[in-house]
């Protein structure tokens, strides 16, 4: 595809259970990011891969929230014992990392809704 | 840290009028860059323009412009001709160039409305 994908679109759960979040950036990018966007607010940093290691995971929560990119390419968020206030809008972008200015390219992020 | 501030939860522009967003942000850096996004309700955030620090010319995009203010820490987005497609969210961002972190810092947001 042309741009970056995340699946699923929308995501309901209940609270205490686990939840994957996927990423898949554009082809060729190395850098990759996720945001978390609550209601209102704008997105939050979460964590950042250059290629397959987590360069800055300095926005996660707690260690209830992990993310993984094992070969370079795609991206798993996964979040654990879900609470009602992880609800919210989860966007990953990407970025080739040599290009002037750095831009980071965004998914349309998945809408997670804790009930 | 970083922080970005918009001042302005919600703006109105009749089409083909102009309007101006602003944005502060606050840095002890003195090189860094700083965006403005777009997101409309599909979510999905666009890149309408970025200013690089070091560069004291204002950045321009077709009907989109910044006045970037370093010394005031001003960043604002003044969009030409609005059209009904530019209603949406808009966001400001700042990104570090130091110490290897990537991370887009963003503002909370104006939501912009656009009349016809």
């Known amino acids: 595809g042309a741009g970056v994908s995340q699946t699923p679109s929308n995501k309901v759960t209940e609270k205490g259970k686990y939840v994957e979040l996927r990423c898949d950036p554009i082809s060729g990018h190395t850098a990759l990011y996720w945001y978390r966007q609550s209601l209102g607010q704008g997105p939050e940093f979460l964590i950042y891969?250059?290629?397959?290691?987590?360069?800055?995971d300095s926005g996660l929560p707690n260690d209830r929230f992990f993310a993984v990119r094992p070969e370079g390419s795609v991206s798993t968020l996964k979040i654990q014992r879900t609470e009602r206030g992880d609800s919210a809008v989860y966007l990953c972008?990407?970025?080739?990392?040599?290009?002037?200015?750095?831009?980071?390219?965004f998914g349309p992020g998945t809408r997670l809704t804790v009930l | 840290a970083q922080t970005v501030t918009q001042s302005q939860p919600e703006m109105s522009v009749q089409e083909a009028e102009t309007v101006t967003l602003s944005c502060t942000y606050d840095?002890?850096?003195?090189?860094?860059?700083l965006f403005w996004y777009k997101q409309p309700p599909s979510r999905q955030m666009i890149l309408v323009i970025r200013q690089e620090a070091y560069k004291q010319q204002n950045a321009t995009e077709n009907r989109f412009s910044v006045n970037f203010q370093k010394a005031a820490k001003s960043f604002s987005l003044k969009i030409s001709d609005s059209q009904l497609g530019d209603a949406a969210m808009y966001f400001c961002?700042?990104?570090?160039?130091?110490?290897?972190?990537?991370?887009?810092?963003f503002g909370k947001g104006t939501k912009l409305t656009v009349n016809p």
């Open positions: 961002a700042y990104r570090s160039t130091q110490g290897g972190s990537e991370k887009l810092v």
């Open positions: 891969f250059q290629g397959t290691g987590a360069a800055d």
């Open positions: 972008a990407s970025s080739l990392r040599n290009s002037r200015g750095y831009e980071q390219f």
């Open positions: 840095t002890s850096e003195s090189d860094y860059y």
